[in-house]
């Protein structure tokens, strides 16, 4: 890998970093700064503003919904509705585990094929996924001598079966194992345990649950990554070889693409055969 894919690399990590900053620290340094001089409500909801914020710019913007900074802007709406139910310890820490439980709805949701238009609902961790591919140049081919432009996140998406079933199968693992976390810790609230046992055996659970949808996710991915770039050079291969297959059986339309790319300025011709390559560079090594 050289030094041009190292620094795509870099930059990747940096966008997801910012990213995680706005939607999970920014919120949770808000909210135990606020909440020993206000109330809990106004303090989770005051928490919610930065994946609130970062969600508004990248939907206007980049015109793409954050999968990850909603889950996080529910989860505090959540626990601030919740927050109204005081008095009994063992149901406030019941409370967070509805925070929890309706995270683990919301990824095995994404998981249901709901297609309204050019929307479709695409499972969360796909949503972590794109935000890493962010800084990568778009890949570009032609279907039927139309130029078409994808990001490399949507162009794994459409091209690679592997990629999808990867996506899919990490976000109905982290969907059970919250789920799981929600239901170990329902049962510990129903059974004759004291206060501090509860509390123990919370965190217990908590830790193995997530932990091991972790260390998945991380194995997983090195598989998915080989995977999905086996895909994109043979989809990007196929593709090139339909485009000859077409040019040949269309023989004046391709002598017509090629009068209008005679026609373009001079300078223009050295960055586009840069962007290209980039672009097959990029495709091949990215992932």
């Not at 995270?103 to 499972?123: C, D, H, N, R, Y």
Request: glycine letters at 4%.
């Amino acid at each position: 890998m050289d030094v041009n894919n190292k620094a795509l690399q870099r930059k990747q990590w940096k966008v997801l970093a910012i990213s995680m900053f706005f939607d999970v620290v920014l919120p949770i340094i808000l909210y135990y700064t606020l909440k020993s001089h206000m109330s809990a409500i106004a303090a989770l909801l005051i928490s919610s503003a930065p994946p609130a914020i970062n969600c508004v710019t990248k939907f206007v913007i980049y015109r793409k919904v954050d999968p990850i900074g909603l889950l996080i802007i529910f989860g505090f709406v959540l626990s601030a509705i919740l927050s109204v139910i005081d008095g009994n310890p063992r149901l406030l820490l019941l409370r967070d585990s509805l925070v929890t439980c309706a995270s683990g709805l919301i990824f095995l949701a994404s998981l249901i094929p709901i297609k309204i238009g050019k929307f479709q609902v695409k499972p969360l961790t796909y949503g972590v996924s794109a935000q890493m591919m962010t800084a990568a140049p778009s890949i570009q081919y032609f279907v039927e001598g139309n130029l078409v432009e994808q990001s490399l996140s949507e162009f794994c998406w459409q091209w690679s079966h592997r990629y999808r079933r990867g996506m899919r199968t990490m976000t109905a693992v982290w969907g059970i194992a919250l789920l799981l976390e929600f239901t170990l810790r329902l049962i510990f609230y129903f059974s004759s345990m004291t206060l501090d046992h509860l509390v123990m055996w919370g965190n217990i659970v908590l830790v193995c649950t997530l932990g091991t949808a972790g260390l998945f996710t991380i194995a997983s991915s090195h598989f998915v990554r080989k995977w999905t770039t086996e895909d994109v050079a043979l989809a990007k291969a196929q593709l090139e070889r339909n485009h000859e297959y077409w040019e040949a059986a269309h023989p004046r339309q391709r002598q017509q693409q090629q009068q209008e790319e005679q026609q373009q300025p001079q300078q223009q011709q050295p960055q586009q055969q840069q962007q290209q390559q980039q672009h097959q560079q990029y495709a091949e090594d990215f992932l």
